[in-house]
C-alpha cells in the first residue's frame, strides 16, 4: 500500500504477484491482522480485506487471468518468441475474462474498467489530446475501450493488437462506429502505416510489453515516422521495472533522439489506476497543459534500488501492474542490458521478427 494506491489495485497486485494457492478468505484474515501505522491505513486495510471476502471468486479469476500473461523473458528467448507468446497469452487471458485481461484492477467488473477509462479519457482530454478533426492510432487497442469511449472526440482511429481474440472482441464493442477501425498487428512494427498518417498516437500499458520483447526503440522510431507535425504521443506506463527514474531516463533519451518533447513526465494522475503518464510533443504546436517536464528527468544512479521506487500498475493488458525489481531479477546491469537489446531491436532489418508491444486498453 506504500503509494496510496486504491484498495482494488493492491487486491489485483496481490493476485498478480501471490504464488501460494492461499484463498481470498484466508487472505482477508492475514490482512485483518497487519498493524496498521495509522488510521488511513486502518480504513485501507479494512476496504482491501472486505473486498476479498465479498469477492472470492472474483480474487480466483484475477489469479487465472494474471497467471495466463508472464511477464518475464528467458535466457536466449528470441523476439519473435516473445510475441508469439504474448500474443497467444493475452488471447488466453481475455477468454478467462475481457475486462480483467485489460486491467486486473478493474476486478472484472464492465462499471469499474467503464469508470476507469473514463478517467484517463478525461486525462486525455485535458491535455488537448483528442479533437474531431484528428486521427489517432491506439497501439495495443485490447477490446477496444479507448475507440469506444473516445468515439466523438476523433476524426479517425485505428487501433492494434496482436491478440487476435481482443480484436475481435473489439470489434463486436466497436462495429457501429464508423470511424474506427481495428486491426490485428505482428507487433514488430509500424510498417502498414505511411509516414504522417496520425496527429496523436496513443499506447496505453503496451510499452511495457515493447520493453520485454526489446522493441521500445524501434516503436519510438516508427511513432515519430507516422507522427504529423506537430503531433502527440500519450504513453501510459513504460515499464513494469519498478523504477520511475529508469523510465523517465529512458524517455528522456529516446524523445531527444527523435525531436520530440517530453511535457508530462511520469506523474500518476489517475484516482482508479495506479499508470504512470507520459505525454510528448512533436515538432510546432502548443498543448493546454505547460510542459511539467523542463527539469531534466533523474537520472538513475548506479546501485539504485527497484524496491525503492514506485510498484507501479495492477495495469491493464492483464493488468500486469509493474513489479519490484527483485521480483523480475532486474538489477542495473540487466537493465544496461535491456536497453542494449533494445538498441540491437532498432538496427535489425524492418521485416526482422522482434518483439512486440502489447495492447493499451
Not at 501471490?18 to 478468505?25: E, M, V
Request: glycine share 8%; proline share 4%; hydrophobic share 40%.
Amino acid at each position: 500500500m506504500a503509494d496510496s494506491v486504491c484498495a482494488e489495485a493492491v487486491v489485483a497486485r496481490l493476485a498478480l504477484h501471490l504464488q501460494t494457492g492461499i484463498r481470498a478468505a484466508e487472505l482477508a484474515k492475514i490482512v485483518l491482522d497487519i498493524v496498521p501505522s495509522n488510521a488511513r491505513d486502518a480504513e485501507r486495510l479494512q476496504e482491501i480485506a472486505g473486498l476479498l471476502r465479498r469477492k472470492p471468486d472474483v480474487f480466483a479469476t484475477l489469479r487465472a487471468t494474471g497467471a495466463a500473461v508472464r511477464h518475464t523473458r528467458d535466457d536466449g528467448e528470441t523476439g519473435a518468441a516473445v510475441v508469439t507468446r504474448l500474443a497467444s497469452s493475452f488471447d488466453a487471458a481475455a477468454a478467462i475474462s475481457e475486462t480483467a485481461s485489460v486491467q486486473l484492477a478493474s476486478l472484472g467488473d464492465e462499471e469499474r474498467l467503464s469508470a476507469t477509462t473514463d478517467e484517463v479519457v478525461a486525462w486525455l482530454k485535458q491535455q488537448d489530446f483528442s479533437g474531431t478533426r484528428r486521427d489517432i492510432l491506439d497501439i495495443g487497442c485490447g477490446i477496444g475501450r479507448f475507440e469506444h469511449a473516445l468515439s466523438n472526440s476523433f476524426n479517425r482511429m485505428i487501433g492494434i493488437d496482436i491478440s487476435s481474440r481482443m480484436i475481435s472482441i473489439a470489434s463486436e464493442r466497436c462495429a457501429a462506429l464508423g470511424n474506427v477501425e481495428l486491426r490485428q498487428t505482428s507487433g514488430l512494427d509500424l510498417s502498414e502505416f505511411d509516414d504522417g498518417s496520425f496527429d496523436c498516437v496513443l499506447a496505453v500499458d503496451s510499452f511495457p510489453y515493447l520493453v520485454l520483447a526489446g522493441m521500445a526503440e524501434r516503436h519510438f522510431d516508427e511513432i515519430a515516422r507516422v507522427l504529423k507535425r506537430p503531433g502527440w504521443l500519450a504513453l501510459l506506463n513504460y515499464s513494469y521495472r519498478g523504477s520511475l527514474s529508469w523510465d523517465r531516463a529512458d524517455i528522456g533519451r529516446l524523445a531527444e533522439a527523435h525531436q520530440m518533447r517530453v511535457v508530462i513526465n511520469g506523474e500518476k494522475p489517475f484516482r482508479s489506476w495506479d499508470g504512470e503518464a507520459f505525454l510528448l510533443a512533436r515538432g510546432g504546436g502548443t498543448l493546454l497543459r505547460a510542459a511539467s517536464s523542463d527539469v531534466e528527468p533523474e537520472a538513475p544512479k548506479i546501485g539504485t534500488d527497484p524496491k525503492e521506487e514506485i510498484m507501479a500498475p495492477a495495469a491493464r493488458k492483464i493488468g500486469c501492474g509493474k513489479q519490484h525489481g527483485d521480483e523480475r531479477g532486474l538489477d542495473r546491469n540487466l537493465v544496461k542490458s535491456d536497453q542494449y537489446q533494445d538498441h540491437a531491436a532498432d538496427q535489425a532489418p524492418k521485416n526482422a521478427v522482434t518483439p512486440c508491444p502489447l495492447p493499451a486498453a
